[in-house]
Structure formats: structure tokens, C-alpha cells
């Protein structure tokens, strides 16, 4: 039996390009474990409180600029980015944040919306170790009103990502 995408994307919630880099990757079945929410999740503390889930089971995708280049990290809720470790990783002069319509240039996608692949462009993906700390990680399903589940393992290789250790230290 055949299954019109488009339905599925519209009962879903998903973001229509993410829904078709799931069918492309052989996930179009985690459409159906797609949760779509009637209030924004579009940072990771409402993203856990919403699914119910501990903070560092959110996976956020992150666009920085290493020297101009987007590049796409991928991070646990509970922790932030140490940009320093994101520049000597990449061998990269400067890194910084990007404006929002670099982020949606880059990704297709809003800030608080990004998922973890299915972007308009490719773009070089580093994955913090912090994600393999857990079986299920969730991540944004395009939408800031819309996650998936997956487990980390797979997410990350889906996703093309390089396994670093990009987080902040706490002192």
C-alpha cells in the first residue's frame, strides 16, 4: 500500500522538506511519532517541558559561521556550545552566530524549527558526544511546533555528523 507523503506530512505537522528527507532516508515510518504542539517550542526548555523529557534530551541544531561557512552543531538542551572549541575543531579563524535569514538561507528552516537534517543546503555537521548519553534524544521536526524522537546513534549518522566535544565546560 502506498502512503500519500503530503498526508502524512499534514497529519504529522511536519515541515514538508523534512517529511521528504525522511521518506529519502528511508524514515518516513518516524512521521507517525511526530509530535506537533499547539504552543511554539522553539527553545530547548519548552521543547522538554512539552514532551516531558529531561533537558538534555533535546537535541538543538545550531547554525554558526566558521569564517563565513555555515556549519551545523548539534547539541544536547542542557548544555551551550563553547564557540572556541567549535573554531580549533574546524581550524577556523572566527566563528560567530549568523543572522536569522542566514540560518533560513542556509537551512530552509526558522530558528527554534531547525531539525537535525533535511537542510536546503549541506553543510558540514558537528555532533556533540553529551547526545550518546541517552537512548532517545528529541529533535525539532522543521516547525517550532513539531519534534521527533530518535535514537542518537542513528541521528547523528542521518545527520552526516562528526562525533566532538564541543560543549562548554562548567567551572
Not at 553529551?130 to 547523528?156: N, Q, R
Amino acid at each position: 500500500m502506498t502512503t500519500n507523503p503530503s498526508q502524512d506530512t499534514a497529519d504529522s505537522g511536519a515541515h514538508p522538506r523534512f517529511a521528504e528527507a525522511l521518506d529519502t532516508l528511508g524514515l518516513g515510518m518516524l512521521l507517525g511519532e511526530v509530535r506537533r504542539f499547539p504552543e511554539a517550542t522553539r527553545t530547548a526548555t519548552e521543547a522538554a517541558a512539552a514532551i516531558g523529557c529531561e533537558l538534555s534530551q533535546i537535541c538543538k541544531s545550531l547554525i554558526f559561521a566558521a569564517d563565513g561557512v555555515p556549519v551545523l552543531v548539534l547539541m544536547d538542551g542542557a548544555s551551550r556550545v563553547d564557540v572556541e572549541r567549535v573554531r580549533q575543531e574546524l581550524g577556523a579563524d572566527k566563528v560567530t552566530r549568523p543572522r536569522a535569514d542566514v540560518v533560513r538561507e542556509t537551512t530552509g528552516y526558522a530558528i527554534g524549527g531547525v531539525p537535525p537534517f533535511g537542510h536546503r543546503t549541506k553543510t558540514r555537521v558537528l555532533a556533540d558526544r553529551s547526545l550518546l548519553e541517552h537512548d532517545v534524544v528529541w529533535a525539532a521536526a522543521g516547525t517550532p511546533y513539531t519534534v521527533f524522537p530518535m535514537d542518537p546513534k542513528s541521528l547523528i549518522a542521518h545527520a552526516d555528523g562528526n562525533l566532538v566535544d564541543v560543549r562548554e565546560q562548567s567551572a
